[in-house]
């Protein structure tokens, strides 16, 4: 059984270009989206909504944007990453912000990959297929990728 990816972010337009990255890099990993920092903390948390985890799994990977409504994302990472009864999740920042103090501290908190968003869903499809080759291909991971 393949893991579930979770992106978070707010942007519609991102949430389907990234998408369509997935499915253009051949990544058949079902995908669960959430819009807030808040939300994602609950998902994670598994509470409210997210209580039924055949519905809502844990991911092995997730895409977290930094600027959220709520809780920004830099948050939803430290609050991940402070998670010890958490498996051990793939976090990829994919963000708009190229500014140098969110980098080193994305860093910092543990993300594992920081990205910034691409201008073309040609070059995010680029993005995401070399992904797929350094996660799935390269790397010795915890979690499992169709």
């Not at 990544?27 to 039924?52: F, H, M, R, W």
């Not at 499809?125 to 790397?139: P, T």
């Amino acid at each position: 059984m393949n893991q579930t990816f979770l992106i978070v972010e707010d942007e519609e337009n991102d949430i389907y270009f990234l998408k369509h990255a997935l499915q253009k890099a051949g990544i058949t990993n079902p995908v669960q989206v959430v819009e807030s920092g808040q939300a994602a903390i609950d998902y994670l948390n598994g509470t409210g909504k997210y209580g039924d985890r055949s519905l809502y799994p844990l991911p092995g990977m997730i895409f977290l944007d930094l600027k959220l409504p709520q809780v920004h994302g830099l948050e939803v990472l430290k609050w991940i990453r402070e998670r010890a009864s958490l498996p051990p999740i793939v976090i990829m920042i994919l963000t708009s912000s190229s500014l140098r103090e969110d980098i080193e501290r994305a860093y910092r908190l543990g993300a594992n990959s920081y990205v910034v968003k691409p201008s073309s869903p040609e070059k995010l499809v680029e993005i995401v297929g070399d992904l797929r080759n350094w996660w799935f291909k390269h790397n010795q991971p915890t979690l499992r990728f169709e």
